[in-house]
C-alpha cells in the first residue's frame, strides 16, 4: 500500500458497523456512493432486528438498485444488548462463526476495515472490540479466509453526550480501553480514531434547544474518514494506512483525532492558516501540543497550479505549523486531488497520543458511579463479569494513559 503509485490503485477499504448508533453512521456512508475507496465494502451488525430495521428504514429511496439488507448482519437474540458492552461481547462471541462468514462473503477482499461503532452503547461497544481482537489474532474457522490475515484494523469510537446517563458514560471508557488494548495488555487495534458527540456538536454550532444534532455529527465523521483515505487514492505523492499505524504503534501511543477545515479559499487563506483552522475543529476536547504523532492531508482540486501544493511545500508549512504548535512529533503530510471546486482547499489533520484527560474527564465521575453500583451488588448485564475482568480493563487504559506521559 505505502509507497506505491496510487493512481490505478485505491486502498480497499471496508466498513464494519455495529449497533444502532454504528448503524446510522455507516449509513451515510450510503448516501457517497461517489467514495471509491469503500464502494460497497460496508457491512452493519446488530442484535436487535428492529434497530437493523429502522436503519434500512432511513436509507429507503438513497441506494438506487442497491439493497442495504445485504449489508446486514444479525447476531445473538432479539432481546439485544441493552447498552451492556459485557452482553454485546458475549453474544458476538457465540455468533463469531457467522459474523466472520459474513463480513467474508459481503466484504470479498479488502486492505483495511475501519470498525464504527459508538462507545455508549452495549452491542457495537461490546462486539467490535471482540471482533478486532480475534481476527488481530487469527482464527480457526471456516469462514475465515486468507486474505483476512492481513487486514488493518482501524476503529472509530465516538464517545456518548455529555449529559448521557452514567451506564453510557462507563460504557465508553471500558469501550476506549478494549479498543486499545487485549485483556492481556496488549495493543488491539492498530489504529483508534475518536470523537465526542457534544464536542463536534458544539463545532457545528448547535444547541441544547436544537436536540442531539446526529445527523451533522456524523456527516462530519464521514467527512474526516472520507479525507483520510483520499490520501490512498490519486496523489501527487502518497501516504496510507501502513503509515499512519507503523510509527505511533511503535511508540505506544495509537488513539488519533480528526481534525477538519473544508472548502477553503485558497485565494484567501495561505496553507498555515488552513491548518490552524483544522487544528481548531478537532472531534475531541484537547491540548494539541501533547500530540505525539501528526498527519496532514491536504485535498486541492485537480486545476489547481500544482507548483502552488507540492509535496515539498506542504510538508515545509507543516513541520513549521507543528513547530509553532509546540508539536515535536514524528508524521507526515500529502496532497490528494479532488475533482471541481476550483480554488476550495480541504485539510485534514491526525492528532495522535495526545492526553485524554480532557476526554475523561467529562465521564471519569459518571464511571465511577456506575461502577459503584456494580460493586454493590448490581449485575452487569445477562452476561457476568468478575472484578479482576473489570480492574483489568481499568488498568489497562490508565497504564496506557501512563505511558503517554513518559
Known sequence: MSGQNHTNRFTRWAVIASGEGGGRIASRFFSRRENPGVEERIVVMNTNRTDIGNTIQRLEGKLGNASFEDHVVTFGDDEGAGNVFADGEDLARGDFDKIIGSINNIVETGDAFMHVATLGGGTGNGSIPYVIRKLNEGVDSPEYEDWMNDVIHAAMGVWPYEDEPPQQQFNAVCGLSRLLRRPDGTQNADMVLLGANSHIAQLEEQ?????????????RLIEAFDLMISAGRETRGVIDVQDYIS??????????????????????????????????????????GTTKAAYAIVRVPRTMDEDEYTESEVNSVFESWKRKKGIDA???????????????????????????????????????????????????????ISAEQMQRIEDNLKEYMRFLEE
Open 330 to 384: 514524528p508524521g507526515m503530510s500529502t496532497v490528494s486531488i479532488k475533482d471541481g471546486s476550483r480554488n476550495q482547499v480541504d485539510v485534514l489533520i491526525l492528532l495522535g497520543g495526545f492526553d485524554l484527560d480532557p476526554l475523561l474527564d467529562q465521564s471519569w465521575s459518571d464511571y465511577e458511579t456506575h461502577k459503584g453500583r456494580l460493586d454493590r451488588g448490581r449485575r452487569l448485564g445477562n452476561t457476568s
Open 247 to 288: 510509527v505511533p504503534s511503535q511508540i505506544g501511543a495509537y488513539h488519533f483525532t480528526p481534525a477538519v477545515a473544508t472548502e477553503m479559499n485558497a485565494n484567501v487563506y495561505d496553507l498555515e492558516y488552513m491548518f490552524d483552522m483544522a487544528a481548531e475543529n478537532a472531534f475531541v476536547p484537547l491540548d494539541v
Open 207 to 219: 444547541d441544547e434547544a436544537n436536540g442531539r444534532p446526529n445527523d451533522a455529527v456524523n456527516e
